[in-house]
């Protein structure tokens, strides 16, 4: 079945650090890949995604290229703000079907 | 897009008891999710409800234990039955719109 892995938090890093929060899959397709941000208190938006391989997804200074290859999807940000303190989630969605398989999720803690 | 709400946003119930979670939708959607997410844990799908058809479970969840109502393309109830400690999560539904999957802030139960 498919599955995603995700880096354990929480992450803590200072204000305009480089971020990069690892992602790797198992799908048995070629799944579409995704980024969900839960700031505190809210609900999960979607942050990025990507549908086929070698495509970059990009938001809010946030980027992740599909790499196939590695099976990876890996979040980056060269400049992070306290802002950004929340909680990232990677998931998958096998070729149309809308279901999403989620990894546990990484809390990313900005300090000024 | 869709704006999701759902009440209620936290409720703390006795064990054995029954508690239904709803969902609005601000749109007409087809397809309609509900996810717990246990504490620690990520995202995890119960089950898909399509107005006009049985709700279809996931491996691990019954209908007797998670019965779900979809009455129309905008509302949907989720209800969590005869409750245990082990139920203690956060509820969320979502909705796909056909380009993305957008997601209620959620209800955070606590069972007793």
């Known amino acids: 079945g498919n599955s995603v892995t995700q880096m354990e938090g929480p992450v803590t890093l200072s204000e305009e650090a480089f971020l990069t929060i690892n992602c790797t899959y198992t799908a048995t397709g070629y799944p579409s890949l995704f980024w969900y941000v839960q700031y505190p208190g809210e609900g999960l938006q979607l942050l990025l995604k990507?549908?086929?391989?070698?495509d970059k997804g990009s938001n809010k200074g946030f980027e992740a290229t599909y790499r196939k290859e590695t099976t990876s999807f890996h979040l980056e940000k060269g400049s992070v703000q306290v802002s950004d303190s929340a909680v990232y989630f990677c998931a998958l969605s096998d070729q149309g079907y809308s279901t999403l398989t989620f990894g546990k999720g990484t809390m990313l803690l900005v300090s000024p | 897009s869709a704006v999701i709400s759902q009440k209620p946003s936290r409720d703390i119930c006795q064990r054995g008891t029954s508690l239904t979670i709803q969902c609005q939708v601000d749109?007409?959607?087809?397809?309609m999710f509900w996810y717990r997410q246990q504490p620690g844990q990520s995202l995890t799908l119960i089950a898909t409800a399509n107005q006009g058809s049985e709700a279809t479970y996931e491996s691990g969840f019954v209908i007797d234990k998670f019965p779900i109502s979809r009455p129309n393309l905008t509302f949907s109830t989720l209800t969590v039955s005869n409750m245990s400690p082990e139920d203690s999560s956060i509820y969320l539904c979502?909705?796909?719109?056909?380009?993305?999957?957008?997601f209620g802030p959620g209800t955070r139960l606590t069972v007793l």
């Open positions: 990507a549908t086929k391989a070698d």
């Open positions: 749109s007409q959607v087809t397809m």
């Open positions: 979502s909705v796909d719109d056909g380009n993305e999957q957008f």
